[in-house]
């Protein structure tokens, strides 16, 4: 299997516009999460889907940030207006069933905002 | 509230000696999971070692076992016969069914291996 696919690997835009990162989870995988990883703040869940569906986006540090999964195998984070405190590793993990399961990551998009 | 906790920010061990990365966790739930990842410098997420909550037995994965004391509810990862190739960040996480089994991390530990 390929893995969890995300793209771009590095985003680089300007104040005010929108980014939208991208990720394909593992074939099968029905559980998908958006992590942000800075240095400040570590690992930070974001927002959580099973089967597709939003479970918890208590971690969406405001509106402008929006997450969607129109289907099992592409999900989106978008950032709309994007602002330098959003600079960050944007990470995407899924996992097999909504249980004890591990979660396997993508390698992450690097957004710098400036 | 801090659900998960590791205390070292950074820890250093010389190459061939075990070491011992801490975590301690918070729940009120009868059943959860608990993982340790591995962040390389090179920035993946690499899943190491997982252990249940009812797991009567420590959880083993090669080189790496998991010190799980579920009355102290501690999850400490050892490291036997550590490599230069094991210098990382450490991450600690958990999975509670009591919140939907959503995946959250500790602030991790720096592992420096020295030759």
Known sequence: DAGVIQSPRHEVTEMGQEVTLRCKPISGHNSLFWYRQTMMRGLELLIYFNNNVPIDDSGMPEDRFSAKMPNASFSTLKIQPSEPRDSAVYFCASSLGGGYTEAFFGQGTRLTVV | ?115
């Open chain 2, 1 to 115: 509230a801090q659900k998960i906790t590791q205390t070292q920010p950074g820890m250093f061990v010389q190459e061939k000696e075990a070491v011992t990365l801490d975590c301690t966790y918070d729940t009120s739930d009868p059943s959860y999971g608990l993982f340790w990842y591995k962040q390389p410098s090179s920035g993946e997420m690499i899943f190491l070692i997982y252990q249940g909550s009812y797991d009567q037995q420590n959880a083993t994965e090669g080189r790496y076992s998991l010190n799980f004391q579920k009355a102290r509810k501690s999850a400490n990862l050892v490291i036997s016969a550590s490599q230069l190739g094991d210098s990382a960040m450490y991450f600690c996480a958990m999975r509670e069914g009591g919140s939907n089994y959503k995946l959250t991390f500790g602030k991790g530990t720096l592992l420096t291996v020295n030759p």
